[in-house]
Nanobody
Framework: QVQLVESGGGLVQNGGSLGLSCVAS????????MGWFRQAPGKERQFVTV????????YYADSVKGRFTISRDDDKNTVYLRMNNLKPEDTAVYYC??????????????????WGQGTQVTVSS
């Protein structure tokens, strides 16, 4: 069992920046590709970005490409999401998730085995 704990959410103005962190409680962090999803009120959870188990490949949803950056620090069992040029439509609860390494760059929810509780990001207009 892997526990994921997100932090770093909050309120930011349109055009601002915010960084999220997700710490995994596992001794085999490099066994997992790590992804971020988000869910806005009244909408389905959607894929944001993923980084592979080795940190050598990433994949982004078109809506965040060029504005968000995912990274990982295996020594700290942590995955990060740096969000720049935030827009009101980025407002959502952000979840990190872990998928088995052989999923490569998973973008579908069913591909992920473990989920965090989520952290709220609110972008004011």
């Amino acid at each position: 069992q892997v526990q994921l704990v997100e932090s770093g959410g909050g309120l930011v103005q349109n055009g601002g920046s915010l960084g999220l962190s997700c710490v995994a409680s596992t001794s085999t962090f490099t066994n997992y590709a790590m992804g971020w999803f988000r869910q806005a009120p009244g909408k389905e959870r959607q894929f944001v970005t993923v980084i592979n188990w080795s940190g050598t490949a990433t994949y982004y949803a078109d809506s965040v490409k060029g504005r968000f950056t995912i990274s990982r620090d295996d020594d700290k069992n942590t995955v990060y999401l740096r969000m720049n040029n935030l827009k009101p439509e980025d407002t959502a609860v952000y979840y990190c998730a872990a998928a088995q390494w052989n999923r490569l760059l998973p973008s579908l929810q069913y591909e992920y085995e473990y989920w965090g509780q989520g952290t709220q990001v609110t972008v004011s207009s």
